[in-house]
């Protein structure tokens, strides 16, 4: 074999061994390449409900009756028991649809009236209470106050319904 034969098979098997090294390099990388899967689309979320007029109306004369009582609550934690009675008898109209907080304030007008040594009119807001809610009650500690309390317990008696 000449020399020029032999440089030409040399030339192959170099060619033959790079391109081998070659497609084992990118097979390599190939292999190390992992297709990314598709993004997964996450659902908006609903849109929040919309309010009707009469929801937003109804949302807003329950905040002013809460404010109205929450101005009640206010003077009797005060202790200003007159200002509580005042502020009863002009905000009551407008506790009336919400029975929570109507029962709520005649319980307090009734302790300063009792608290005044008004005993009728205390009984009185009792007797509202009982009429709006016959289950109406105090709260344990409540019941044993010496003012109201026994007032109480006689307008319960009364109602026919003893606790």
Known sequence: MSTNSLRTYAGYAITIVMVALLCS???????????????????APPPPPVETQEQI???????????????IFALYTDGDYRGEIKRFSTAEESLKPYKDLELDALKYTAFSY??????????????KALKIDP??????????????????????????STN
Request: charged content about 30%.
């Open 114 to 127: 009792c608290v005044l040594g008004r005993q009728v009119q205390c009984r009185q807001q009792f007797e």
């Open 25 to 43: 390099c990118v097979d390599e990388q190939v292999k190390k390449v992992e297709p990314t899967p598709p993004p997964v689309e996450t659902p």
């Open 57 to 71: 109306a109804a949302k807003a004369a329950r905040a002013a009756a809460q404010s109205e009582f929450d101005g």
């Open 135 to 160: 289950s109406f009650d105090l709260k344990e500690g409540e019941k044993g106050h010496p003012l109201w309390g026994p007032v109480f317990k006689r307008v319960k008696k009364k109602e026919g």
